[in-house]
C-alpha cells in the first residue's frame, strides 16, 4: 500500500510551520503567500528593526557605564564635603548612594528596565531632596545633571523596547 | 485575544497577525512606551509637588494650608487615576478571603505599627536624636485627634494606595513582569517619603501591601492595613504626648 504524506507549508525565512490559508507567517511576519513587494518590504524592515536593536543595546551599555560613573561620583562627592565640613551624615548617605547606584550598574545586564528606572527616579529624588535643603542647589552641576539624566532615560526606554518580557 | 487592526483571532503565542501581518510586538513596545511616560510623568509631578510643600511647611503652617495642600495633592492623584479609571475601578471591588486570611490581614498592621513606632523612634533618637509627635501638630486646634486622624490615618491610606498600588502599579504591569512591578512600586513608595531611616521600614512595608494588591486584585486590604498602621502611630503619639514639651 502507498503511504501518503501531506507535507505541511513552512516560512521560508524562520522555518514555523505554517497553515494553508495564511497569508502572513505568525512567528517572523513574512508575507509568504504575498506580492513580492511585500516581501521586499519586510526585509527592508527587517533591517531596520536590526539597527534599531543594536541603537538599544548600545543605549542600554551607555546608561550602565552612566551609573558606575554616577556611583564614583556620590563617593568622591561625600568624600569632598566630609572632608571640608567634617559631617559624617552626608557622607554616610553619598556612600550608601554610590553602593547603590554600583548594585544598579552590575544588574543592569540582566534586568536593564527595573535597573534603569529605579537609578533615574532615585537621582530625581536626591535633585529633589537637595533644593528642599537648598533650592539653589537645584542649578549646581546642572549641565553634569542634564548629561546624566539624559543617558538614563535614553537606556530606560530603549530597555521599555526590549522584545524579550524576560529582560524588562 | 484578536488582531487590533483587522480583528481577526491571533493565537497568544504569535508575534503577527497572520491575516493582515500586523505586528503584534509593535503594538506592545508602544504600550509600554505609553505606560513609560505616564510613570515618569507621575513620578515628577509628585516630586515637583512634594518640593513645594516641604519649602513651605513648617511648624506654623496653618491649618488652611494644610487643607490647600492635601486638596491639591488628592487633587493630582485623581487626575493620574481618571488617565487608568477603567482599569483602577474593578480594584475597589471586595476581596474574597479565607477567615484565617483575614486575622493575617487584620494582625498585620498591629505587627508593624507597633513594631515601627518603637524600632524607628528608637533610631531616631539614638542617630539623629530627634523625635517626631504628629498627634502634636494638631494640638493648637480644636479637635487635634480628629484633624491627626483625618490627615494621617485616613487621607493617606485612600489616596497613596490608589496612587501606588492603584496607577503606579497598573502601568509597571503593562511594561514589567508582577515581581519587579511589587518591588518598584515599593521602591518609589519609599522614595517619595523623603526620610531616609524610613525606607528602612518603608520599603518592606511597601511590598507587603503590592503583594496584597496583586494576589487579591483589590486595593481594599492595602487601605486597611495602611489606615490601621498610621492610626496605631498617631494613636501612641496621642498617648505619649506631654504639653510640657511643646
Keep these: ?168 | 485575544m484578536t488582531c487590533h487592526s483587522c480583528t481577526q483571532p491571533i493565537n497568544a503565542s504569535s508575534n503577527y497577525c497572520a491575516h493582515c501581518g500586523t505586528s503584534i510586538s509593535l503594538r506592545k513596545r508602544q504600550t509600554r512606551s505609553e505606560g513609560l511616560n505616564l510613570i515618569i510623568v507621575f513620578y515628577i509631578v509628585e516630586l515637583v509637588f512634594l518640593t513645594i510643600v516641604h519649602l513651605i511647611y513648617n511648624d506654623h503652617t496653618s491649618l488652611t494650608t494644610e487643607i490647600a495642600i492635601e486638596s491639591v495633592s488628592a487633587a493630582l492623584v485623581l487626575i493620574f487615576v481618571f488617565f487608568d479609571i477603567k482599569n483602577i475601578v474593578p480594584l475597589y471591588s471586595l476581596p474574597k478571603l479565607r477567615p484565617l486570611e483575614w486575622i493575617g490581614v487584620l494582625w498585620a498592621p498591629f505587627i508593624t505599627g507597633f513594631s515601627v513606632y518603637y524600632g524607628i523612634e528608637w533610631m531616631n533618637a539614638v542617630l539623629f536624636d530627634e523625635s517626631t509627635n504628629y498627634y502634636a501638630t494638631y494640638v493648637e486646634y480644636n479637635n487635634p485627634f480628629l484633624l491627626a486622624f483625618v490627615f494621617i490615618a485616613i487621607l493617606p491610606a485612600i489616596f497613596e494606595e490608589v496612587a501606588f498600588r492603584g496607577f503606579l502599579f497598573n502601568q509597571l504591569e503593562r511594561i514589567t513582569s508582577v515581581r519587579i512591578t511589587i518591588l518598584l512600586t515599593a521602591f518609589l513608595f519609599a522614595l517619595v517619603h523623603f526620610s531616609f531611616i524610613s525606607i528602612l521600614w518603608i520599603f518592606p512595608f511597601g511590598l507587603l501591601l503590592g503583594y496584597l494588591r496583586h494576589r487579591y486584585q483589590s486595593l481594599w486590604l492595602g487601605m486597611i492595613i495602611h489606615f490601621v498602621h498610621n492610626l496605631i502611630i498617631v494613636s501612641l503619639d496621642y498617648y505619649y504626648f506631654d504639653p510640657l514639651f511643646y
Design chain 1, 1 to 168: 500500500m502507498e503511504e501518503l504524506t501531506m507535507q505541511q507549508p513552512v516560512c521560508s525565512q524562520c522555518e514555523t510551520v505554517l497553515t494553508t490559508e495564511t497569508k502572513f507567517c505568525t512567528h517572523c511576519g513574512y508575507p509568504e503567500l504575498g506580492s513580492e513587494k511585500e516581501q521586499s518590504q519586510f526585509h527592508a524592515k527587517r533591517v531596520m528593526a536590526n539597527q534599531q536593536h543594536e541603537v538599544n543595546t548600545k543605549r542600554i551599555a551607555s546608561a550602565q557605564k552612566t551609573l558606575y560613573w554616577m556611583s564614583g561620583i556620590f563617593l568622591v562627592f561625600g568624600l569632598f564635603y566630609f572632608f571640608r565640613t567634617e559631617d559624617i551624615s552626608i557622607l554616610i548617605t553619598n556612600a550608601i548612594l554610590s553602593i547603590l547606584y554600583l548594585l544598579l550598574a552590575f544588574w543592569t545586564k540582566e534586568k536593564p528596565f527595573a535597573t534603569l528606572l529605579s537609578a533615574l527616579l532615585l537621582y530625581l529624588t536626591v535633585i529633589a531632596i537637595n533644593a528642599v535643603v537648598d533650592p539653589m542647589s537645584l542649578l549646581s552641576g546642572i549641565i553634569m545633571k542634564v548629561i546624566f539624566l539624559s543617558l538614563l532615560i535614553k537606556g530606560l526606554y530603549s530597555a521599555s523596547q526590549s522584545t524579550s518580557m524576560r529582560t524588562i
